[in-house]
Nanobody, 128 residues
């Protein structure tokens, strides 16, 4: 079973930066789509960024130009670098691994089978 763990959440003021990381229990196949989702209380979980094969990426429109997703396959680690944080970026951020998935519009990992693996989440709080 694939196990994911997020790190790096915290509380910052608007305009500041945070870097999130997600470690896995083992090597992930190259066919996995890896991504970041976030959820604010009272709202549905939404896609933020997705990546496949260390190069193909998609982002939610709200974070384009501010967030960057990347992965270190050798270290089994996924990253999300967040600059220019805004109060609307508040939420719990989850990393995701989808076997056979592909990045799609809106920073999501798409798979018709729904066989997804999720981390427990890390909290990001942005104050103005």
């Amino acid at each position: 079973q694939v196990q994911l763990q997020e790190y790096g959440g915290g509380s910052v003021q608007a305009g500041e930066s945070l870097t999130l990381s997600c470690t896995t229990s083992g090597n992930l196949a190259s066919s996995y789509c890896l991504g970041w989702y976030r959820q604010t209380p009272g709202k549905e979980r939404e896609g933020v960024a997705a990546i496949e094969n260390d190069d193909f990426t998609t982002y939610a429109d709200s974070v384009k130009g501010r967030f960057t997703i990347s992965q270190d396959s050798a270290a089994n680690t996924l990253y999300l670098v967040m600059h220019g944080l805004k109060p609307e970026d508040n939420g719990t951020y989850y990393c995701l691994a989808v076997p056979g998935g592909s990045p799609t519009t809106g920073g999501r990992c798409y798979s018709p089978w729904g066989n997804d693996y999720w981390g427990q989440g890390t909290q990001v709080t942005v104050s103005s």
